[in-house]
């Protein structure tokens, strides 16, 4: 048989494209290489309760990609062994958990690698995966069957209602139960890749779940005055629906009021959080004092009715007054010297002097002033007590300056090394700081003859009180009656 030159060229290059498409085929499709020596591959055990539907060639996946196949599944004393083929050069964590699932109800099954963390050392050949770390799903025909039972437990007229209504409820929400699955998807792949943070918490999650479980009575309790209220406001619905529906109307009067006082009330209430930061850091003595305001009035309300129903011209309550002068004698420690010091009788307002003055004798001293602003409560600590607020707020503990009642002239002699007045920190004179030099004091000589006396500034005063001559038939009545009474 004679071929021409065409025909032998048609040939050859129908043998070349032949040859071509079965070692592709081999290759890529049959994997022959793989199977028959091999080459790319190494295998893994995996033991397993039982196969599961489990077969030869099953796929294997990891992280959703396959990265091999079941190459064999044998019989074992305690279950079933199934030998994996994997691909070479894809690294798969050796502590993970192998799952046996199905693509459907009735679909074949595979093996999905599932690791637990990225940190452990990569599957090599000869590795077994326990049967501690595996699992396979529950027998479908056992669910088939329970299922059937369970339908048929149901009446018929219900199961239609419930189909019904499920169709009512999900008809025509594709969409929606698409993005649904969709973010359940996203949140199973993020809690996946952030698996260690997510396992640390749920280990850490132990002492949060013992508090709560210590105040299950706190929590039983709130949630059985919670159930009260709710079924009070389910009982006085319609009052609690007039309420809602009657309080537009004064709504929208306290919102024009608002309105109307717009340019006042914000600086009201802005000027309003100071006296309510005093009244929270004092709100025990405020308690305190209005638990006995209602037995103080009730004191006073029977001190003014003495005298009801006598013949007594005074109604009201019996005064007393003590003529004891200086018993006990009034505390200087603290205070400016005499000669600071200014007269009642004078009417001008000149600065306050700088400083704190208060009676600076020891807090435990029942010689004078035991209500003194040294034994000021602080409301913030309870049991200390200061007169300054900065002392009950910091460390510093209160330090007298004597047990006596008179004024200490040099601040200087005094043990404690404290200023007179005592001033706060970083004001000039306080301790540590240069201190202002003291005023000046004036001296004159005083002709009780002719009664004056020249003055710092070279002017001459006349003083008729300042010297008197000695009362022969004084007494202690003449001692309470003014010069020249």
Same mark, same amino acid.
């Given at each position: 048989? @004679?071929?021409?030159?065409?025909?032998?060229?048609?040939?050859?290059?129908?043998?070349?494209?032949?040859?071509?498409?079965?070692?592709?085929?081999?290759?890529?499709?049959?994997?022959?290489?793989?199977?028959?020596?091999?080459?790319?591959?190494?295998?893994?055990?995996?033991?397993?309760?039982?196969?599961?539907?489990?077969?030869?060639?099953?796929?294997?996946?990891?992280?959703?990609?396959?990265?091999?196949?079941?190459?064999?599944?044998?019989?074992?004393?305690?279950?079933?062994?199934? +030998?994996?083929?994997?691909? /070479?050069?894809?690294?798969?964590?050796?502590?993970?958990?192998?799952?046996? @699932?199905?693509?459907?109800?009735?679909?074949?099954?595979?093996?999905?690698?599932?690791?637990?963390?990225?940190?452990?050392?990569?599957?090599?050949?000869?590795?077994?995966?326990?049967?501690?770390?595996?699992?396979?799903?529950?027998d479908v025909n056992s669910l088939l069957d329970a299922a059937n039972v369970?339908?048929?437990?149901?009446?018929?007229?219900?199961?239609?209602?419930?189909?019904?209504?499920?169709?009512?409820?999900?008809?025509?929400?594709?969409?929606?139960?698409?993005?649904?699955?969709?973010?359940?998807?996203?949140?199973?792949?993020?809690?996946?890749?952030?698996?260690?943070?997510?396992?640390?918490?749920?280990?850490? /999650?132990?002492?949060?779940?013992?508090?709560?479980?210590?105040?299950?009575?706190?929590?039983?309790?709130?949630?059985?005055?919670?159930?009260?209220?709710?079924?009070?406001?389910?009982? @006085?619905?319609?009052?609690?629906?007039?309420?809602?529906?009657?309080?537009?109307?004064?709504?929208?009067?306290?919102?024009?009021?608002?309105?109307?006082?717009?340019?006042?009330?914000?600086?009201?209430?802005?000027?309003?959080?100071?006296?309510?930061?005093?009244?929270?850091?004092? @709100?025990?003595?405020?308690?305190?004092?209005?638990?006995?305001?209602?037995?103080?009035?009730?004191?006073? /309300?029977?001190?003014?009715?003495?005298?009801?129903?006598?013949?007594?011209?005074?109604?009201?309550?019996?005064? /007393?007054?003590?003529?004891?002068?200086?018993?006990?004698?009034?505390?200087?420690?603290?205070?400016?010297?005499?000669?600071q010091r200014r007269d009642a009788s004078l009417e001008d307002y000149p600065e306050r002097a700088p400083g704190e003055l208060y009676?600076?004798? &020891?807090?435990?001293?029942?010689?004078?002033?035991?209500?003194?602003?040294?034994?000021? &409560?602080?409301?913030?600590?309870?049991?200390?007590?200061?007169?300054?607020?900065? +002392?009950?707020?910091?460390?510093?503990?209160?330090?007298?300056?004597?047990?006596?009642?008179?004024?200490?002239?040099?601040?200087?002699?005094?043990?404690?090394?404290?200023?007179?007045?005592?001033?706060?920190?970083?004001?000039?004179?306080?301790?540590?700081?240069?201190?202002?030099?003291?005023?000046?004091?004036?001296?004159?000589?005083?002709?009780?003859?002719?009664?004056?006396?020249?003055?710092?500034?070279?002017?001459?005063?006349?003083?008729?009180?300042?010297?008197?001559? +000695?009362?022969?038939?004084?007494?202690?009545?003449?001692?309470?009656?003014?010069?020249?009474?």
């Amino acid at each position: 048989m @004679h071929l021409n030159r065409t025909t032998v060229i048609r040939l050859a290059a129908f043998a070349v494209i032949t040859l071509a498409v079965l070692t592709l085929m081999s290759l890529h499709f049959m994997k022959l290489p793989a199977k028959w020596f091999g080459v790319g591959r190494y295998t893994v055990t995996v033991q397993l309760p039982r196969t599961g539907g489990l077969y030869n060639t099953s796929n294997v996946t990891y992280r959703g990609f396959e990265v091999g196949a079941v190459q064999s599944v044998k019989l074992t004393d305690t279950g079933v062994v199934a +030998v994996l083929s994997l691909k /070479s050069g894809i690294d798969i964590p050796s502590e993970l958990k192998a799952e046996v @699932h199905s693509q459907s109800a009735i679909g074949e099954q595979y093996l999905e690698l599932l690791p637990r963390n990225d940190t452990s050392p990569p599957l090599k050949n000869g590795d077994v995966v326990a049967l501690k770390d595996t699992s396979v799903p529950p027998d479908v025909n056992s669910l088939l069957d329970a299922a059937n039972v369970g339908l048929r437990a149901v009446p018929r007229d219900n199961l239609k209602t419930v189909v019904d209504e499920s169709y009512t409820a999900v008809g025509g929400l594709g969409p929606e139960l698409s993005r649904l699955v969709k973010g359940v998807t996203d949140l199973s792949i993020d809690a996946r890749e952030n698996l260690d943070p997510l396992l640390a918490l749920i280990d850490n /999650s132990k002492p949060v779940l013992d508090s709560q479980t210590e105040t299950s009575d706190a929590i039983r309790t709130w949630a059985t005055r919670l159930a009260t209220v709710t079924r009070e406001l389910q009982t @006085h619905d319609d009052a609690v629906a007039g309420v809602i529906e009657a309080g537009g109307p004064p709504l929208g009067e306290a919102r024009r009021l608002v309105e109307r006082l717009q340019p006042t009330l914000p600086v009201m209430l802005a000027n309003l959080v100071s006296p309510s930061q005093v009244a929270l850091t004092y @709100h025990s003595n405020i308690e305190q004092m209005l638990v006995f305001l209602p037995q103080v009035v009730a004191d006073e /309300s029977a001190g003014i009715v003495a005298n009801v129903n006598t013949k007594q011209a005074y109604r009201g309550g019996y005064l /007393s007054f003590n003529l004891n002068f200086n018993v006990p004698p009034p505390c200087t420690t603290g205070f400016l010297p005499a000669q600071q010091r200014r007269d009642a009788s004078l009417e001008d307002y000149p600065e306050r002097a700088p400083g704190e003055l208060y009676c600076r004798i &020891p807090q435990d001293s029942a010689l004078t002033g035991v209500r003194g602003a040294r034994n000021t &409560p602080c409301a913030g600590k309870p049991g200390k007590r200061a007169a300054l607020v900065e +002392v009950c707020e910091g460390d510093a503990e209160y330090v007298p300056i004597n047990d006596g009642f008179n004024w200490k002239g040099d601040p200087n002699a005094t043990f404690s090394g404290q200023d007179i007045p005592e001033l706060p920190p970083g004001v000039l004179g306080a301790t540590g700081s240069p201190k202002p030099a003291p005023p000046p004091v004036a001296a004159a000589e005083y002709n009780p003859a002719t009664e004056t006396y020249v003055g710092p500034d070279g002017r001459q005063y006349t003083q008729s009180d300042l010297a008197q001559t +000695v009362q022969k038939d004084k007494t202690w009545q003449t001692m309470l009656l003014p010069p020249g009474g």
